[in-house]
């Protein structure tokens, strides 16, 4: 078997990879695209960093690939649509970086209370005017943490070390799961409204982008600093700019930009209050050296089918079983995908049903599936086939499965219904000559094609309302693909829902055109 190795790995990777007898190793860096395409066709396996860029193209003309492994946690430099239709198995290292990452956060912390960076250039300019940089101890103050996954926590552990009030957000996680860690759960207004220092761990989600924006930097406590090593946009950095300049923001520190490398020309790099990086977080040569060597192992294992693990895309399955399931498998992330982007929230308990043809097969692997498309908004990248039951896990979400002999009107289907506080929201799908559907939606009986964008209208069952939907998409050059209805009562207690499959995202502006009609009750769109 053959590995090509187009980013360095390292030395401890190499030499991981070089004692495995049966397999050969090329290390082939820096190669332009069209000639990695011309030269991955003779490769069973490919281990790249963030430099290589699998593309469709590149992944087709791979045709005995079998393993894509990543260095590092991101994957959005692989094509995972494209390598999953072919089978082939996409991992990452999700583990590797969580170290290095809180440190450098909380390095960035430091430096912003501080004001190291600006202090350090003063001096070497051979100035020497103290004052200038009067900064704030860390000692009593409040951090807000936002997102209290890995990295989260290991912040939190070295801030208590600085006697800081920890405030932690993070709707997904069970209290208790992490009661050994003294923080304090708030809502976002509240630690707004209270942190000294915020710093953010969460993914780049719906519910994320832009969190700090021109409005929600009016609840800040005045002279609030913010720390951003996690993924651009989560704070709006225009905003942020008008904040500093006015003074509700005293400082900030990012390692991360909406597009990296930012503009020469970009407001923030000329504020002195600001302090960056270019998106050191997992570079150390600690973490560097972790991901090499763990992707190595990976890959070994799984070209010689002793294990799988952290697999992106695809759960360990037998030929036969995968064959079986492959198209089952697509539909129970969607029914995850579709639940976490329709019902924002935190939820403990997911219950699945399995009927009919699934039944046939160990549904394990389909269970990982819903839960990695549950927990895909909220972890992003760390959430794979692999350790999404862990995760689930690891924030108290209790997860049961069964197999049941009614047939719900189909007769083999995927019947998902999560608790949420008081509330239980239910989603069924099957497959239609091997196409995934969504079937039902709460009380709502519905036929939607799980793919692309699609916009969810529930509103009073009375005429004219789906008419008004497709003007205003019309009017604003949104086609739609595909429609669905479906309702439920009768007279003037009836509700309806559409289901509109759109080629292309609908802006928030015209959802809040459509939201204007006085008979629509909510208006969801989600990318599938």
Request: proline share 4%; with cysteine.
């Amino acid at each position: 078997m053959r590995i090509l190795v187009s980013d360095s790995l390292g030395q401890g990777g190499m030499d991981i990879l070089r004692k495995e007898k049966n397999i050969q190793v090329d290390e082939k860096v820096g190669l332009k695209p069209e000639e990695l395409k011309k030269i991955i066709g003779e490769y069973d396996a490919i281990l790249i960093r963030s430099a290589t860029k699998l593309t469709a193209d590149i992944i087709e003309a791979g045709k005995k690939l079998r393993v894509i492994g990543r260095a590092g946690v991101g994957v959005d430099n692989v094509d995972l649509e494209a390598a999953t239709k072919r089978g082939i198995i996409v991992m990452n290292t999700p583990e590797g970086n969580t170290i290095s990452t809180a440190e450098l956060s909380f390095s960035m912390l430091m430096a912003v209370a501080r004001n190291i960076p600006q202090a350090d250039a003063h001096v070497k300019k051979g100035e020497w005017k103290r004052n200038k940089f009067k900064g704030s101890e860390l000692n009593g103050k409040t951090l807000g943490i936002v997102g209290f996954g890995r990295i989260g926590r290991e912040v939190a552990k070295r801030a208590s070390a600085f006697n800081m009030k920890v405030m932690v957000f993070d709707p997904f996680i069970s209290k208790e799961s992490v009661k050994q860690y003294p923080v304090e759960f708030v809502d976002v207004p509240t630690l707004l409204k209270n942190a000294d220092f915020i710093t953010f761990h969460t993914p780049l989600t719906k519910e994320t982008k832009n969190l700090l924006n021109r409005d929600t930097f009016k609840l800040c406590k005045k002279g609030v600093r913010i720390v951003n090593c996690a993924r651009g946009g989560i704070v709006d950095e225009m905003a942020l700019a008008e904040a500093i300049q006015s003074g509700q923001v005293a400082g900030a520190a990012f390692d991360v930009f909406v597009t990296e490398p930012p503009a020469a020309d970009h407001p923030l790099l000329k504020l002195p209050q600001f302090i960056c990086t270019p998106h050191l977080g997992a570079v150390t040569e600690e973490a560097q050296e972790n991901v090499a060597l763990e992707v190595a192992k990976q890959a070994i294992d799984a070209l010689n089918d002793r294990a799988i693990r952290n697999a992106v895309n695809l759960p360990n399955l037998d030929p036969d079983t995968l064959k079986g399931l492959k198209h089952w498998l697509v539909l129970a992330e969607k029914i995850g995908m579709l639940y976490a982007q329709l019902f924002s929230g935190s939820f403990k308990k997911v219950e699945i049903r399995y009927g009919g043809d699934p039944t046939r097969f160990n549904v394990a692997p389909l269970t990982m599936a819903v839960v990695k498309g549950l927990l895909k908004p909220i972890c992003g990248d760390s959430v794979n086939f692999i350790n999404a039951l862990a995760v689930a896990k690891e924030r108290g979400i209790a997860i049961a499965e069964s197999r049941s002999d009614e047939n719900e009107g189909f007769v083999s289907f995927i019947d998902v219904e999560v608790v949420q506080g008081k509330e239980t929201h239910r989603i069924m799908g099957t497959l239609f000559s091997n196409e995934p559907r969504i079937v039902r939606l709460n009380e709502f009986m519905i036929d939607v094609v799980p793919e692309g964008w699609v916009l969810f209208v529930k509103n009073d069952d009375l005429p004219g309302v789906v008419g008004t939907i497709g003007t205003v998409l019309g009017k604003n050059g949104v086609n739609i693909a595909e429609m669905s209805l479906g309702r439920v009562g009768k007279g003037k207690k009836a509700y309806a829902m559409t289901a509109i499959n759109t080629d292309s995202e609908v802006p928030a502006k015209v959802v809040a055109l459509i939201k204007k009609n006085k008979l629509v009750l909510d208006v969801k769109v989600v990318k599938l």
